[in-house]
């Protein structure tokens, strides 16, 4: 086998193309890093925000769209009569009637943007189980109750929604009574309101959902009510799966993500694979002197396979601290929630295994082209 | 028994769609120690038969033994394995590896074999010695000049002790000083070292310093002059 | 001329070089249409212009069509104001009101005043007739009906809503294409919505300069009622509401711009590579008699021609796709279209050779540069 040294000094007999082949995996890395760290935030805040042991019921065909379903206040405490083996606590079922909304909402700054409004009662804390109280307590009338994330769906900073700030809805004020954490769900970008008050502001006399806890109860159980109860016209789903069917509508967005990710990727490639080529071309007769020396061509390919593991390998490592000094931590708003970008340990193993990739298989067919011609040929070559 | 026994060797090869025949049924002995130069106008095939002896190239027809080794049928891989110890090439623009010192340039052939580092040494050491530039062994060959460089390259051909060398136009980019110190060396080495040497030349100064010319002509070996 | 057939066949002899060169940029010219259509679009839909005659009512202070409830009687009252021309109530269901790709937008509305309202519709296949006898009837955008593979005689079903496609049709307005048109009262009540509700109200006034006035008097009459309203023109409207579209879309552009640049920096380094691999043979050519601006022009030639057909390629490619895929972004019950037009395509082709040339002024400068006796010795 030739000498590591060779493979290391040949790096940097061409400072420009060295640059290149670092510059463009470090890009192509990068790429593929941010657009799978995306599909990861935005994938395990929908799979953590649904929990399997809740069953949603909202109104018959508003099963994909929480936001346009009516449900009947009776079917709350039937609901939490009619069906055996719920959870509870300290004697209260843990059976909560929400009513959801998407509004503009107005802090104490002036600015407006669309929010994420849950009208609750204080049951829902039983249903609910990753919220967290950091500070301050359950609204009550006149009181909201902020996610610590819910200032990053306003796009305001943190302490315009601390605890007192006010906010308002329409012409109506309200005072912010708590913050909570719910961690890596889309709860915690949402504001909670007392639910009499969201249905009075909302004018609804009716519910988005009821959101059921189960304790030995099934699913099942839940649908034969339903069922039964045919009057109150309810569709029951598992919170999981409500989730994930919402993730089914960002698969487009995703896509774009992966679409531009690889086009880009792809320039990138075309372009080191036009400098590869070059660079050993002009290596085919120094290839062919090492060949006559004694040297089989399979050692020679590995020394040209390690020299560009070193150059993509430290793009790799470039991709990487970029990542994290750039996109690690970042939370990034979309519709229903937030999520927060994370360099995790599959994230940089993807980024490890396409540099490798890069400087291996994408080496092999400018060294072929390098490596095959026969010897007298090669030799004669300028 | 001849050192290099060549048999009826023919080499042809396609080139699109025409058929070319550079050696054409040509038989030849060399014996151990000899130094002999090939001599002809291009498209005379002396490179070819180089390249074959080499262990570079392989015949379409005939027998080829050199050191009673039949090297006419060996794949590639036999070829690499089979030059790494028998052979040392002497090229007209010496073909060093610019990013390697001298001393890593004569190294190279040695990282083929099983030696140590100290054993390396020594040998690397000796072969500067005799080409006569231990004190520059570690400057780089754009630090050299032509006659310096084709000198390394002659110990880089030595340094695992091979028996038979091949040189193509090995002065053919030199001036004359540096050719003739060259020429003399290959002969201390074909006299001194027992070292079969094969040169193809255009010098017919350089071919007056072998032993023996030989001149090809369109594939045909047509004439033989011998030197002392 | 012959300059230029020199280019050409300097470009086919590395025929795998130029092949990956033009693919890159093919990729990148890609990438800059697609987000050039998506820029075009949104701007179509968002900036007036003199035939705009349309404002939309809209319930105060929401967004999202299910929260926007807006009595039905509304409609009289508004008729009545001066410069109002039309009025037609809409319902509208949408499956999802975040910025999405997959949206399907039902709009609920009175049918014998759809065609009066929107005479430009054209029905494609299917009748007008079928439309009105059915109660369950739908006409579908041809967009939409592309993207579900549907056709006259169908049956469809979204958003909990049974409909039957009595017809397909195509229109102007860009709304038009991405929604199914069904009867107000069976939306209304397929919704849950309830008899006597709707979304909005879009209304037709005389003329364009007397937009703002008819939206404040509309204002002004509502202004202290339980359903309070804010009337726009259509566009602004669209401005307004699909928020988090625009914000996608704006994004898009520093795309577009990465695009370039790479497609730049790749066509920049072809060149060069060419010009490094030609150095002898560039001086040969100067010894010859070709003047140092012939051999720069013929490099720039080259440039120029990688950028045009790849540049080609990535722009023909990405109208193609945007045109037989029939994309479409939804955002709180409001569609846009992507549609490609021949801006897009002009455009495409023309950024293409400006990168080509300028990719290659430097190559085609050091190409020459060297003095002749050391490009002869090389």
Redesign the interface.
Known sequence: MLPFTYALRNLFRDPSRLAQTVGGSALVVLLLIAAVALNEGMDSVLSASGSSKNVILVGKGSEESIERSEVHLDAESAAATSIRGLDGRLGTTAVSGEIYYQAPLETESGHKDQALLRGVLEKALLVHTKVRLLEGHFPGPGEVMVGHLAHRKLGVDADELSLGMPVKFGDSRFIISGVFAAPGTVLESEIWFDRNDLATLTQRDTLSAIIIRLDSAELDDVQVFSLQRNDLELAAMGEDVYYSKLGVFYQPIKIMTWVTAALVSAGALFGGLNTLYAAFAARIQEMATLQSIGYTRFALLVSLIQESLLATLTGTLIACLIAYFLLDGRTVPFSIGTFTLTLSPQVIFTGLITGSLLGTIGTLPPAFRCLLPPLPKALRSA | MSFISIRSVTKSFTKGKTTITPLEDLSLDVTKGEFLALMGPSGSGK??LL?LV?G??SPTHGELTIDSRNIAGLSR?EL??W???H?G?I?QLY?L????SAY?NVE??L??GKFSKSERKEKIMAALDLVGLTDRAHHRPSELSGGQEQRVAIA?AIVHDPGLLVADEPTGDLDRESADSILALLNQLAGEHNKTIVMVTHDPKAAASAHRTLHLEKGQLIEQNLQS | MKLLSLALKNLTRHRLRSLLTIMGVAAGMFLYSSVQTMQESLSGATEMNANDTTLVVYRENRFCPSTSRLPEHYLETIKRIPGVNEVLPIQIVVNNCGASLDVIAFRGVPPESLKQYNPDIKIESGSYEQFMKRSDAALIGKHLAQKRGLSAGDKFEAVGVNVYVAGIISSDAAQDENVAYVHLPFLQQASKIGLGIVTQFNVKVDSVNQLDSVAGKIDETFESDQQPTTTRPEKAFFAETAKQMIELIGFTQWLGIGAVLAVLGLVANAVLLIVRGRVKETAILQTLGYSRFAIAKIVVLEGLLLGLVGGATGVLGALGFFHFKAFTIGNEGLTLALSPSPTVLLSGISVSLTLGLLASLYPAWKATSRPLVQSLSH
Do not use: C, M, Q, S
């Open positions: 490179t070819t390249n080499a570079i190239d891989a690499t394995r030059r790494a110890k052979v090439y090229f073909h590896v610019p990013i390697l890593e190279l052939p990282l083929l880089r």
